[in-house]
């Protein structure tokens, strides 16, 4: 008989977000560098910079707002999942960059106290990383091991974290507990599909009404055991 499986995120939980933010700022500055290359139209950059100065709490909201317009811009004989999966390669080489820089972004008490669960459950990774990325992420971030599961988006999908869970529902069924770190619309649809869930909160971010969130590794080991 396998073993029962718990669902995780990467970004919160074992790494912290600053790589992702981080990276999209680094993604825009490396775009605006080929497009004044090219003498081709940075407007769209402008825009972000200043829909960011006006809205510095919406960062991650406002990274993906003008990205197909720097790729048009950019690849204008593309076609779109060409451009989506161009713009979604470079930005994970801006995550891993901020990995290799900051070993300290790994949650070490975290990634420590999974490692333990794994002789009773299978870890299962579900992100809406590719699966080539996530191998370069895993191996910078020295996670090797660390997970029995991966779902991964597809290169040609735009950042929805929603289809991935929808496979891996399709291919594993429901898991014990999921465990993640980000948006609100993750947890609406584990309540729709009754999958028990936990916000790790570790970062200090805004709460979700309605959902169990943890802000240290005491209160996740706590609020996972009433769950498994």
């Known amino acids: ?10 970004r919160g939980l074992f790494l912290k977000g600053n ?17 004044k290359k090219q003498s081709k ?9 200043q829909l960011l100065r ?23 004989n593309f076609k779109e999942e060409e451009r989506t999966a161009r713009a979604r390669e470079t930005y994970f080489d801006a995550v891993c960059q901020y990995l290799k820089k900051h070993p300290e972004a790994r949650n070490e008490e975290v990634i420590k106290y999974f490692k333990s669960l794994k002789d009773s459950y299978r870890i299962a990774l579900i992100t809406a990383n590719t699966q080539e990325a996530l191998d370069r992420i895993i191996k910078v971030s020295k996670l090797e ?25 399709k291919k594993h069924g429901r898991p014990l ?3 993640g770190g980000e948006k609100a619309s993750t947890y ?10 936990i916000f790790a909160n570790l970062e200090g971010q805004e709460e ?18 009433r769950l498994i």
């Open 208 to 225: 979700i009404p309605g959902v169990k969130s943890v802000h240290n590794l005491r209160e996740l080991k706590e609020a996972l055991k």
């Open 177 to 179: 507990s999921y465990i």
């Open 41 to 49: 139209d940075t407007s769209a950059i402008d825009e972000w910079r």
């Open 145 to 169: 091991g660390l997970f029995d599961i991966f779902e991964t988006s597809l290169p040609t999908e735009k950042d929805d974290k929603l289809l991935v869970i929808e496979r891996f529902l």
């Open 188 to 197: 609406d649809y584990c309540k729709k599909y009754k999958i028990p869930h």
């Open 1 to 10: 008989m396998q073993k029962p499986i718990i669902a995780v995120n990467l």
């Open 54 to 76: 006006s809205n510095p709490n919406e960062e991650r909201k406002t990274y993906f707002r003008y990205v197909d317009k720097v790729m048009e811009s950019l690849y204008p």
């Open 19 to 35: 790589a992702w933010d981080d990276a999209h700022y680094l993604w825009y500055e490396q775009k605006e560098k080929e497009l």
